[in-house]
C-alpha cells in the first residue's frame, strides 16, 4: 500500500490558469511533509516543509497547506517557468526510519 | 557554491564492471543521505548517515552495494558488478538534523548511471 500518493499524475494548465496539487498520505507520526520542485535531469529543489495540520507556507506563486491526511500545492497564475514535476515527501516513525517517503510527482507543464 | 555536489554526473559502464560515485554534502550538515530514482518515480531511500555513522539501510541495498562517509565529510557510493537494473539516477542529500522533527534535505544534481 502507497503511503504517500500524489494527483493528478500529469497536469496541463494555460499560463494564468490557477490549480492544486494533491498529496494525500497514510502514515503516523508525521515528523515533516516536503515539497520539492524537479527538472528534467536535475535533483529535487526544496520549497517548503509543513510540520502541523493547518500550517500554510507561501513563495511567490506557490502555496502549500497541510491536513491530517494531506498536502495541497497550489499554484496562482502560473508562468511557464513553473513547469516541472513536483514531488510531495513525508518522515514518519511507521517503520522507526528516518529518510523521506517520496509519492511518484505530478507533472505539471504550463502553457504560453 | 555551497550546495551539495555529485561526481561524476554521468556513468555509463559494462554490466559486471564496479562503480564509484561520490557526494559532497553542504559543509555543516550532520546528515547525509543516497537515494535511487527511476524515470517517472520519485526518488527511492537507499541509506543515510548520521556523521560517520550509517544509521540505516533500506531493503534496495543489495549486498553489492556499500557507502561510507569517512569522518563525516564527503560519502562515496559502491556498486559492484553492476546490472542492467542498476541504471537510475543516484541522488545525494544532505540536512542538519537537530531534534525529533525532520529538517528538509538538500540534494545535489544526482548520478546517472547506465548500465550497458
Known amino acids: 500500500e502507497d503511503q504517500v500518493t500524489q494527483s493528478p499524475e500529469a497536469l496541463r494548465l494555460q499560463e494564468g490558469e490557477s490549480s492544486s496539487l494533491n498529496c494525500s498520505y497514510t502514515v503516523s507520526g508525521l515528523r515533516g511533509l516536503f515539497w520539492y520542485r524537479q527538472d528534467p535531469g536535475k535533483g529535487p529543489e526544496f520549497l517548503f516543509t509543513l510540520y502541523s495540520a493547518g500550517e500554510e507556507k507561501e513563495k511567490e506563486r506557490l502555496k502549500a497547506t497541510l491536513t491530517k491526511k494531506e498536502s495541497f500545492l497550489h499554484i496562482t497564475a502560473p508562468k511557464p517557468e513553473d513547469s516541472a514535476t513536483y514531488l510531495c515527501?513525508?518522515?514518519?516513525?511507521?517503520?522507526?526510519?528516518?529518510?523521506?517517503?517520496f509519492g511518484s510527482g505530478t507533472r505539471l507543464q504550463v502553457q504560453p | 557554491d555551497t550546495g551539495v555536489s555529485q561526481n561524476p554526473r554521468h556513468k555509463i559502464t559494462k554490466r559486471g564492471q564496479n562503480v564509484t560515485f561520490r557526494c559532497d554534502p553542504i559543509?555543516?550538515?550532520?546528515?547525509l543521505y543516497w537515494y535511487r530514482q527511476t524515470l517517472g518515480q520519485g526518488p527511492e531511500f537507499l541509506t543515510y548517515f548520521q556523521n560517520e555513522a550509517q544509521l540505516e539501510k533500506s531493503r534496495l541495498l543489495s549486498d553489492r552495494f556499500s557507502a561510507e562517509r569517512p569522518k563525516g565529510s564527503f560519502s562515496t557510493l559502491e556498486i559492484q558488478r553492476t546490472e542492467q537494473g542498476d541504471s537510475a539516477m543516484y541522488l545525494c542529500?544532505?540536512?542538519?538534523?537537530?531534534?525529533?522533527?525532520?529538517?528538509?534535505?538538500?540534494f545535489g544534481p544526482g548520478t546517472r548511471l547506465t548500465v550497458l
Open positions: 559543509s555543516e550538515h550532520n546528515r
Open positions: 515527501a513525508v518522515a514518519h516513525m511507521d517503520t522507526g526510519r528516518r529518510a523521506l517517503t
Open positions: 542529500a544532505s540536512s542538519y538534523q537537530r531534534g525529533y522533527l525532520e529538517n528538509e534535505q538538500f
